[in-house]
């Protein structure tokens, strides 16, 4: 999956007018957070551009945390496609300045190394290790500031929010889904919060 996401991305890129405007990014805070990505970005015109960004995360700060206090060794990993629309509302050099957009997205989730006790009426506890599995589907609203320079070089801000349409939760132990509660994963999980530094180059002339 993550091959071909990567393979279309670069066929796009390849197939595109070399005349167009493209925008090659990375989110540079994802950097510090393990979340790598790369983006692009189609301008249509002016005001309209289209692209999206892959990512992919290794680790997660907060199950680090956890694992610190409580000695334990859970692992993390996330992959997730995200096209994105944008309206730019008053560009100087073609898709700059301050937008607004749509995105959709498709996530991935994976945790490994899951614990959980079972405590039944009668004998002794039973200690279960599992991993989890969420596959989520959902669409989202997001907002920003892009600087380009004369050189190519542009920075951009980016903050968007988002709500899973559907989900699907699987288990390496069956057991399980009697044992947790789905209903409240389910709940927490349902928002998508997007927070964004990046850093790109501008292919193609103004």
């Known amino acids: 999956?993550?091959?071909l996401a990567f393979t279309l991305l670069v066929l796009l890129i390849s197939t595109s007018s070399v005349l167009a405007q493209q925008d090659i990014k990375t989110n540079a805070l994802g950097l510090f957070l393990k979340n790598y990505g790369i983006g692009y970005e189609y301008v249509i015109n002016d005001e309209i551009s289209a692209g999206g960004y892959i990512n992919f995360s290794t680790g997660s700060l907060y199950l680090e945390?956890?694992?610190?206090?409580?000695?334990?060794?859970?692992?993390?990993?996330?992959?997730?496609?995200?096209?994105?629309?944008?309206?730019?509302?008053?560009?100087?050099?073609?898709?700059?300045?301050?937008?607004?957009?749509?995105?959709?997205?498709?996530?991935?989730?994976?945790?490994?190394?899951?614990?959980?006790?079972?405590?039944?009426?009668?004998?002794?506890?039973?200690?279960?290790?599992?991993?989890?599995?969420?596959?989520?589907?959902g669409l989202g609203i997001i907002g920003g500031q892009k600087w380009v320079m004369n050189s190519g070089l542009y920075f951009e801000t980016l903050a968007g929010f988002g709500r899973f349409m559907s989900s699907s939760l699987s288990y390496s132990d069956p057991a399980i889904e009697g044992l947790i509660n789905t209903a409240e994963y389910e709940y927490f999980s349902a928002w998508d919060f997007r927070f964004q530094v990046g850093v790109g180059y501008r292919i193609g002339g103004y």
Request: charged residues 20%.
């Open 1 to 3: 999956m993550k091959k």
């Open 65 to 137: 945390m956890i694992n610190d206090a409580a000695g334990s060794d859970y692992e993390y990993s996330n992959f997730s496609i995200m096209p994105e629309f944008r309206y730019y509302t008053n560009p100087d050099f073609g898709a700059d300045k301050r937008y607004f957009g749509a995105y959709a997205i498709y996530q991935r989730s994976n945790w490994g190394n899951l614990t959980l006790t079972e405590y039944p009426a009668t004998g002794p506890s039973i200690k279960h290790i599992y991993d989890m599995t969420n596959n989520a589907i």
